[in-house]
């Protein structure tokens, strides 16, 4: 039986794996918009563009499913997801938003589809998920943030879903987010698409614990580790059944969310809301 001594040796060991991968960039990545670090059991990914704040774009997306498959495939049992610089991730890629505004419905239906697939992915992922959020998470980003199994939010983290200040809906998100903190906070944060702090992501549920910003990946690991020591075939198989009980109601409610979110697109506010926020300016609404 292991002693306390040479368990502490063995958590030092993996939590100084774990800081070597931290500082390794793997230099032969098909992927441009994250990076991902591979050690046995462990898989960090890491969106890689600070300076967007790590904002969604339609490579981040593609990217984000690519390396979802190829952990999948991998001897990994834990992903950690994280980003790089100050930002978690700050919702849409501006320029990509501009675009939005004179895309096609076949086109609109096509990109809010794809990203239902990116929410789902991350929610139903077989293998156990651990969101170590450094810094804002917001709209889109909020979204990969909470939909991970675990969400650490670093005290300097800010979380929210500001969609309805630019004329859009979150709608697709809204799927995860009425089963994760209940109706009544999640219509307040959709609502009103206000900020919150870490503390009070904590309190209603959208985080599962706050840790001091130097602490967030060690905590990250540590919990990798505590996980760990669970049989792998048993985090797999309550993984599965916790995708099974709900698996035809988020099928029916994902249809409706995508339809949503294509027809906002098409909306007067949606394209003043944009444009409004891309001129740091006030919305002028009109209610069409």
């Known amino acids: 039986m292991p002693t306390a001594k040479t368990s502490g040796a063995r958590s030092g060991l993996m939590r100084d794996s774990i800081l070597e991968l931290l500082n390794h960039r793997m230099s032969d990545s098909s992927f441009t918009t994250l990076t991902l670090a591979c050690d046995g059991p462990l898989a960090l990914i890491t969106l890689n563009r600070p300076d967007k704040r790590n904002a969604i774009s339609y490579e981040l997306i593609d990217d984000l499913l690519n390396v979802l498959k190829e952990v999948e495939d991998s001897a990994a049992q834990i992903v950690i997801l994280t980003g790089a610089g100050k930002a978690f991730c700050s919702g849409m890629d501006l320029d ?144 599965r059944l916790l995708r099974r009980y709900a698996g035809e109601e988020i099928d029916r409610e994902i249809g409706v969310a995508v339809d949503e979110n294509a027809r906002i697109r098409t909306t007067d506010d949606f394209r003043e809301g944009v444009t409004s926020f891309l001129e740091k300016r006030a919305p002028r609404w009109t209610g069409k």
């Open 96 to 239: 990509n938003l501009r675009a939005i505004t004179s895309r096609s419905p076949e086109e609109n239906y096509a990109d809010s589809s794809q990203m239902a697939r990116l929410f789902r992915r991350v929610y139903e992922f077989p293998k156990v998920t651990i969101a170590a959020v450094n810094g804002p998470a917001v709209a889109g980003g909020c979204g990969l943030a909470t939909l991970c199994d675990f969400t650490l939010a670093s005290t300097e983290s800010k979380f929210g879903y500001t969609e309805v200040r630019i004329g859009f809906i979150p709608a697709i998100v809204s799927t995860f987010l009425l089963r994760q903190i209940g109706e009544k906070h999640a219509r307040d944060l959709l609502l009103t698409g206000r900020i919150i702090g870490a503390d009070e992501a904590f309190r209603i549920g959208l985080a599962t614990e706050v840790v001091a910003p130097e602490k967030l990946m060690d905590r990250a690991h540590e919990l990798a580790g505590e996980l760990l020591k669970n049989s792998p075939a048993s985090l797999l198989s309550t993984k």
